[in-house]
């Protein structure tokens, strides 16, 4: 092979040089209106394009501009959204041996933005560990009457055999709290090991209907002892610990105002040529929204708070994907219409995909298909892979979509719960096939390094290239593939098992021959700790095979918190090993 190589090389440079020279500068021309838009949206002046924040608008009047420039009908449509939680009346005193001792708020004390107001006057004071409640298993409230009492609990559950067959959705905080909310207490006071956060909007409900509030171990004072080595004898017995504390109450006054924000998605069609299927839509969509100054999800630090998240990969790519598209999607006069999509909200759990198909702009039930792109501008050039799901499309309609891919581009297809969480899965609820665009994660994801420097522009012309002819080969079909129930199957996270260990590893979704390659590692983690990098291909995880994702969950799970394993992964040909000590998740 190595002495054919000045041979094809020298073909390479022929076929480049017979390339009209038109279809070179409308290459080009598509690279500088994908840059200029990511360049934009991404850039330190947008702070990020957080949910809330008025520069989301300015990225939302910049993208319906552009549309508008082409000649294209747009209007925004708006839905409320929680941006801003905060203190209007606050006072917490604790009542030690008749001692009353205020608590200072941001220091000692504070409310979680899901928080019910209170007026409470010397309630007494209960620890209840981690507030499990298991029907005939691991209770922490067995024997004991909450109602009308402060009950005291950690945050997080740890991974413990005691609680090994509990569905993952019970060991949510939220899960807790909605059964001490049955049970009547008087207010839950949550131990944050990791220091108190932020009065912030909460992820999830935006109220509960008790109060809930933050509290440091050292702002208790000792009222129940040492608390560390409670906790520990919970996690070596796996029994409960609860205690009351004696004569020590808490008196609380608590008002909270939540500031609401009209958030934006931007909504725009082209006309289809057909007159009887131009009432009919194929939907392009893409979240504009980011993480702002990292405030929430970044997975930056702590020092990564209050920078600039800029999200050019997540997701200015696929915002400028989209708004690439139809420029092009116009000038071909697709048979079919298509409905144009950015929304709002989709990094505090899909609130404008979901929103839009609650309060659609256009006949729910006329919609007949939905591409979603989402972190599209990382194409790796030296191997491009795309990873392309189809979450409610039929089999068959992903591998008809995978021909359009030019030889050397690989497209790794699956349908089902693997193919990412993102605004396509608003669709396929609601019974709407659809595809999902998205080149994998890497190093930069939710952290201020996301930046439009590091996009690969060439490789989103390219992935324009073949959406176009994917858009198209639907917009102009005789017949859309039919919603696929069986592929839109996602398991419910209640019904899943404890995933205990937390490894560290960045994943690479596509296939590979070797086994399951990641694109690099989380700082601080087992992985990082035993030399895995970025590029390397892991292939055995202790006694088990290691072929793709699938087998590298499963191996986790079959081991526990301390646990030793032998690692086993490829550098390029060379073979390395391993010994791991596995973590808990925290």
Known sequence: MRSRLPVLFAAALVAQAQVPASKAEATAAVETRLRKDVSFLASPELKGRGNGYPELDAAARHIEGELKTLGLKTQVQRFPFIAQVVRERQQAVLTQDGAPRPLAWGRDIEALGLSGDADLKAKPILFLGYGLQIPGGYDDAAGLDLKDRVVVIARTVPDLDAFAHLPRGERSLLARLKKLESAKVAAVLVLEDAGLRPLQREEGPVKVDLPVLGITESALGGVFGDLPARFKAI????????????????????????????????????????????????VLGAHMDHLGLGERHSLGGAEARG???????????????????????????????????????????????????????????????????????????????????GLGAPKTALEAARKFAPADFSVSADVGASVGGSDHMSFSQAKIPTFF???????????????????????????????????????????????????????????????????GTIPDY?????????????????????????????????????????????????????????????????????????????
């Open 235 to 282: 996690r070596e017995s796996g029994r409960p610990a609860s205690q009351e504390a004696g004569q020590a109450t808490l008196s609380l006054e608590l008002g909270l105002r939540r500031i609401e924000a009209r958030m934006p998605n931007v909504v725009a069609e082209i006309p289809g040529r057909d007159p009887k299927l131009r009432k009919e839509f194929i």
């Open 307 to 389: 920078q600039v998240h800029p999200g050019a990969d997540d997701n200015a790519s696929g915002t400028a994907m989209v708004v690439e598209l139809a420029r092009e999607l116009k000038r071909s006069r697709p048979r079919r219409s298509i409905l144009l999509l950015h929304f709002a909200g989709e990094e505090e759990g899909l609130l404008g995909s979901q929103y839009w198909v609650q309060h659609p702009t256009h006949p729910l039930e006329s919609v007949k298909f939905m591409l979603n792109f989402d972190m599209v501008g990382r194409l790796d050039p030296r191997a491009p892979k795309l990873l392309m799901g």
């Open 437 to 503: 665009f998205f080149t994998g994660l890497h190093g930069e994801y939710h952290r201020p390094s996301d930046t439009a420097d590091r996009i690969n522009y060439a490789g989103m012309a390219r992935l324009a290239a073949f959406s176009r002819a994917v858009a198209l080969d639907l917009a102009n079909a005789d017949q859309v593939p039919a919603f696929d129930p069986e592929t839109a199957k996602l398991p419910p996270m209640g019904d899943r098992g404890p995933m205990r260990i937390a490894f």
């Open 510 to 586: 596509a296939d590979n021959p070797k086994g399951f390659r990641i694109n690099g590692v989380s700082r601080g983690s087992t992985a990082e700790s035993i030399g895995l990098q970025a590029g390397d291909i892991l292939i055995q995880f202790g006694d088990k095979p290691v072929k793709n994702i699938y087998d590298f969950m499963g191996a986790l799970g079959a081991f526990k918190p301390g646990d030793k394993a032998v690692i086993q992964w490829l550098r390029g040909d060379a073979l390395m090993k391993a010994e791991a000590i596995l973590k808990g998740r925290p």
